[in-house]
């Protein structure tokens, strides 16, 4: 090789080394400020107030004197749905925090998709559809055994 082309050999790996270390320092970033985020939401009422941490990990949880003054089933609905939505405000919060990092590959459209699945509401069980139960074997009573299997 002649010195010309060891010399740009170098400068392109002396680019990549650079390239990689900014991606690193990015990276770092990123993490230090998803740790640090957070979303505060109230109940339209201002009876229940929520901190949801990333994750979806529960930080508080604040009642008011009013949230008390309603039945259980009350308070438990409006318990669930403030913490869905700071749920969802810390997953917005998430998603913009890693656009910078992440923006326009397979990777944001993944996390995009997880936020998306995340704010859908669950099923409950009244909700799936029922399943008829099978005998995992047949019974003493069935001797050619049953056709649920």
Do not use: C, N, W
């Amino acid at each position: 090789m002649t010195s010309a082309e060891l010399g740009a050999g170098q400068q392109r790996l002396e680019e990549y080394m650079r390239r990689v270390s900014d991606i690193q320092r990015k990276a770092e970033e990123t993490q230090a400020q998803l740790k640090a985020l957070r979303a505060d939401v109230s109940s339209p009422d201002r009876a229940v107030t929520v901190r949801m941490a990333p994750g979806g990990r529960l930080e508080q949880l604040s009642l008011t004197p009013a949230a008390m003054r309603m039945s259980h089933e009350q308070l438990a609905a409006l318990i669930t749905e403030t913490v869905g939505r700071a749920h969802a405000a810390v997953a917005g919060q998430m998603e913009a925090t890693m656009q910078p990092l992440i923006g326009g590959t397979s990777a944001m459209d993944f996390l995009r998709d997880q936020v998306t699945a995340a704010q859908q509401p669950e099923e409950t069980e009244e909700q799936q559809p029922q399943q008829r139960q099978r005998p995992a074997r047949p019974d003493d009573d069935e001797p050619f055994g049953t056709i649920y299997r």
